[in-house]
């Protein structure tokens, strides 16, 4: 079997603009970047007469296994345009850290990709790019404010803004700035997280247009004044500039996935540091060009599904039809505690028991009121008696069908069976759906009902530090705002070897912020660092260009 790069590499990929011309997009709404991508001015689309199906793909926590999120997400994709579904894809883009680190990039895999795949997962049109700079542009004009000692006076022992990086970089979370004498402005302690992490990335994938964008920009509370009264990007005259380096990268990008489906790729948050989905603008702007939009939240459906719904949904309107929950034969034994080293061979025992993690997060998404069905993402080395169990527990326990799919090796070919019931729940109006929790209940409640439900937690905790930040928050009028958990994505826990589904256990809150344009609260729980480093042997090792200018080594 080829590698995922020699596959995509060997794709006959057909001009975008034909793509565009098949998903109904007007001539005058694109703008190439090069013949395979382009941007779409969503302001120039169709109106739709009847609003999309919008099917949500999640997963269980991931593990070193894999469980194939987005593969199985463009499979469904292609399926459903088999089937005859005006289909359009929604997803996030790749950011440089994990491409570069240990995850790889974010295009799918096997014969279930979009392409082109190494531009894709290499800086695409920039956007990335672009909200980096807008936010290290706020940054820059904060401590330019501090040495010119202008109005607001800002206390700089309480500015909350740091500066942010597309990379994997441990040695940037604490930093100390302006040393070097009086003309490099004032020394502080700061530091950087990743671009996934920006409250500007968030704005940007939450906006619903350009002006929504703009007014959230000027929201954005980046420090407090000697009196600890909030400053915000407006009082520094920083929104216009930042909306100008936002401008273009706000329209979503435009590629296609190996079988020809539109896919939209726009905006990357992660979803155990930040709220982990694509951005509106994208997902509404499927929604008016097919009848069946297929969309997915980063990593386990404890943090990405819930943000998708509690957050994204919440904030624009949303209403899904249908959830599909990924897994693995593999990623399940893994979380019955076999080791990496022998997942390939058959373990029935730790595959029963690996079942809980599954069987948990099918009962929470039930939560939210939406049908579901398991998507059991094939590989080689499953046995018969794997797919026979998983299949048995879904049905005679949790309720639910499984559907093994074999999308990897065959395209949308594979996911036909999966296609079609997808379909059925999304046409059978068996949806109902609801939020977890109502705006008004506070704060501190909100994280509550998310830990005891989602994460089966006895409780939660909140250090001193925590406590005074949720205070100030609440006095400041924000407790309405939902709660955005930033935790590990590897355990329903904080403790990343806690597998499986435990309970019992205490969510430690040790820092809260505030992002008052995003309109979230983000809660950060555990050990869990919003700059991810990189690993011992990061994929940047594997990394380069050959003789005849060709990318070796991505994945």
Known sequence: ????????????????????????????????????????????????????????????????????????????????????????????????????????????????????????????????????????LLAALIDNHLYWNAEPPIDSRRIAWKRVLDMNDRALRQTVIGLGGAGNGYPRETGFDITAASE?????????????????????????????????????QAVGAMSVLLKDALMPNLVQTLEGTPTFVHGGPFANIAHGCNSVMATQAAMQLGDYVVTEAGFGADLGAEKFFDIKCRQA???????????????????????????????????????????????????????????????????????????DVCRDEFGVEAIECRHWAAGGKGALTLAEKVIAMAEGGAADFKMLYEDQLPLIEKMRVIAREIYGADDISLDGKAKKQLADIEAQGFGHF??????????????????????????????????????????????????????????????????????????
């Not at 390939?344 to 948990?360: F, I, M, S, V």
């Not at 555990?526 to 994945?555: C, K, Y």
């Open 1 to 136: 079997m080829p590698t995922d790069l020699e596959i995509a590499r060997a794709a006959k990929l057909r001009p975008i603009t034909a793509i565009a011309e098949q998903a109904k997009i007007p001539a005058e709404a694109l703008h190439p970047y090069g013949v395979h991508v382009a941007k779409v001015d969503t302001s120039l689309l169709p109106k739709s007469e009847q609003p999309a199906r919008l099917i949500l793909v999640t997963a269980i926590n991931p593990t070193p296994a894999g469980e194939g999120k987005t593969t199985t997400t463009i499979g469904l994709g292609d399926a459903l345009r088999r089937l005859g579904k005006n289909c359009v894809i929604a997803l996030r883009e790749p950011s440089l850290g994990p491409c570069f680190g240990t995850k790889g990039g974010a295009t799918g895999g096997g014969f279930a990709q979009i392409v082109p795949m190494e531009r894709i997962n290499l800086h695409l049109t920039g956007d990335f790019h672009a909200i980096t700079t807008a936010h290290n």
């Open 200 to 236: 500007i990335m968030a704005i940007f994938c939450l906006a619903r247009n350009f002006e929504d964008l703009q007014q959230r920009l000027a929201k954005i509370i980046v420090a407090q004044d000697r009196d600890k009264k909030p400053v915000n990007a407006a009082m520094l």
């Open 317 to 391: 309107g949303l209403t899904p039809s249908a959830v599909v929950v990924v897994a693995t034969a593999r990623a399940l034994k893994a979380h019955g505690g076999v080791a990496a080293a022998d997942l390939n061979k058959e373990n029935l025992d730790a595959l029963r028991t690996g079942l809980a993690n599954l069987g948990r997060h099918v009962a929470n998404v039930r939560k939210f009121g939406l049908p579901v069905v398991v998507a059991i993402n094939h590989f080689v080395s499953d046995t018969d008696a794997e797919q026979r169990l998983i299949a």
């Open 482 to 555: 939902p709660v955005c958990i930033a935790k590990t994505q590897y355990s329903f826990s904080t403790d990343p070897k806690l597998l499986g589904a435990p309970t019992g256990h205490i969510v430690p809150i040790r820092e809260i912020r505030l992002s008052a344009g995003a309109g979230f609260v983000v809660m950060i729980c555990g050990d869990v660092m919003t700059m991810p480093g990189l690993s011992r042997q990061p994929a940047a090792w594997h990394i380069g260009v050959d003789a005849a200018g060709n990318i070796e080594g991505l994945f």
